[in-house]
């Protein structure tokens, strides 16, 4: 359900709604939503049970850290209010890890201790050398944003299978009607 191909945690939460532009796919509508794409994204390790408050505070830092990653793709000022948001949400708790017998690492802690490891992420991205590498998707119908980490720097998609594909397939269909 969930996709992380954005090269950053906070530009994957971001990529939660799809086509921001046209039909505002947003795929965290729910508690429960918001319960899963934690445990998605590696951040809990146990389900930290969201309520509607708790999704309203993601949505907001959802939407902030967008709007700051795009405008910082754009080489455009980043928002106050939105730098505000995003620092205020940074100055939280972490969840806390431990290294178990097996060598694997557990995770622990409440959903706004998950909010605060996302902020943070974007802080550390647009505050850092990955700042250089924001993109938009080149299909015209994504709105998601992501790292370019290509040898060349010419990742022009945010996924190949999805929207390179898409993208390729309809300029075949183009190619192939003239």
């Not at 965290?28 to 998605?40: E, K, Q, R």
Request: glycine fraction near 6%; hydrophobic fraction near 45%.
């Amino acid at each position: 359900m969930f996709a992380f191909v954005s090269g950053n945690l906070a530009l994957d939460f971001a990529g939660t709604v799809k086509a921001r532009a046209t039909t505002f796919d947003d795929f965290l509508t729910t508690p429960a939503d918001l319960d899963t794409w934690l445990l998605a994204a590696d951040l809990l390790d146990t389900a930290p049970h969201c309520d509607l408050a708790t999704l309203d505070r993601a949505v907001r830092l959802r939407e902030a850290g967008y709007r700051l990653a795009l405008a910082a793709a754009r080489d455009e000022p980043l928002a106050d209010a939105d730098r505000e948001t995003v620092n205020e949400f940074a100055r939280g708790v972490l969840p806390q890890v431990t290294l178990r017998a097996d060598a694997t690492i557990a995770r622990h802690g409440d959903p706004d201790a998950a909010l605060a490891a996302i902020a943070r992420s974007a802080i550390e991205m647009l505050g850092g050398p990955e700042r250089g590498l924001l993109k938009e998707c080149g299909r015209l119908e994504c709105t998601r944003l992501y790292l370019d980490t290509s040898r060349g720097k010419s990742r022009r998609w945010c996924d190949m299978t999805i929207c390179g594909n898409r993208a390729k397939s309809a300029a075949f269909r183009a190619r192939q009607a003239d």
